[in-house]
């Protein structure tokens, strides 16, 4: 399987690179990764709404010209759907038996997904009703990958 997690901003913090590492490391055996990462935009939480929805525009026009058609298209946002990790690992199970060989999970910036991309992706995923930070995210995002394959092969990791 391949699987591609485009995200908005470049990870900065040293402990984050190194977990992003760790984790590609690990999958490495179970799928083909990559990672793309698209330029963010500055802006500030006391723009008004219309400077801040253009910014969401701009980063997601990026976004969207990483996605590749024959890919399923896995949309990170919170108003998305909430499922236990065996719920993951059984909805990547099925779509790999359903042919679908190529995942995109795309992960935006801190303003979130606009709304472009929230209709091009196949499916829409919260991981909770929290916010994380759009960085810390991506770790987490690869955790639960890598947890996924581990369900779907009967070893030892998720309990």
Do not use: N
Not at 46 to 69: A, C, F, H, N, Y
């Amino acid at each position: 399987m391949r699987v591609s997690v485009v995200a908005v901003g470049k990870l900065k913090e040293k402990y984050l690179l190194e977990a992003q590492r760790e984790y590609l490391k690990r999958l490495r055996p179970y799928a083909r990764m990559e990672i793309t990462e698209v330029a963010d935009e500055s802006c500030s939480e006391k723009d008004p709404e219309s400077i801040l929805e253009k910014v969401k525009i701009k980063e997601g026009q990026r976004i969207i010209k990483t996605l590749k058609p024959d890919s399923f298209i896995i949309a990170l946002d919170r108003q998305g759907q909430q499922i236990d990790s065996e719920s993951l690992a059984r909805k990547v199970s099925d779509l790999s038996l359903q042919g679908k060989s190529y995942i995109t999970c795309v992960i935006g910036g801190s303003l979130g997904l606009s709304e472009q991309v929230l209709q091009q992706a196949d499916w829409k995923l919260s991981f909770s009703c929290l916010t994380f930070p759009h960085q810390l995210m991506r770790v987490i995002l690869l955790e639960q990958i890598y947890r996924c394959f581990k369900i779907i092969r009967h070893e030892p990791y998720h309990k």
